[in-house]
């Protein structure tokens, strides 16, 4: 399968199409949910508020067989440490690299 012929299942958009080409077809993609839209510009590897150009971006920045593991890292680095409204800043293991101007001193 491909991700035009999934997002043409009732439903289906980029993300969903992504998850499953990653997860049920071993080909690479790049899902971007809030978590993957939030680290990913708060460590300033991607810079803008679209998923779609948030997925463009991290694509080109990336090696290719990396993009499905990529995924699922920042998905659980934005679920278990750098949440929304309450990171976790100073166990952030990325904290050196992160760019986000509101994190704190530590």
């Known amino acids: 399968s491909t991700r035009e012929e999934l997002v ?25 949910d809030t978590h993957v839209l939030r680290v990913s510009n708060r460590l300033g590897i991607a810079h803008a508020d679209n998923p779609d150009k948030v997925e463009e971006e991290l694509t080109r920045q990336l090696p290719g067989n990396i993009l499905t593991a990529f995924t699922l890292a920042l998905v659980l680095h934005g679920r278990e440490t ?16 992160c760019e986000w101007p ?3 001193a530590i």
């Open 8 to 32: 043409t299942l009732p439903g289906v958009g980029r993300k969903t199409a992504n998850i499953v080409l990653g997860s049920a077809f071993h080909k690479q993609a790049i899902a971007v």
């Open 102 to 104: 509101e994190k704190p």
């Open 82 to 97: 750098c949440a929304a409204l309450k990171p976790k800043c100073p166990q952030c293991v990325l904290y050196r690299e």
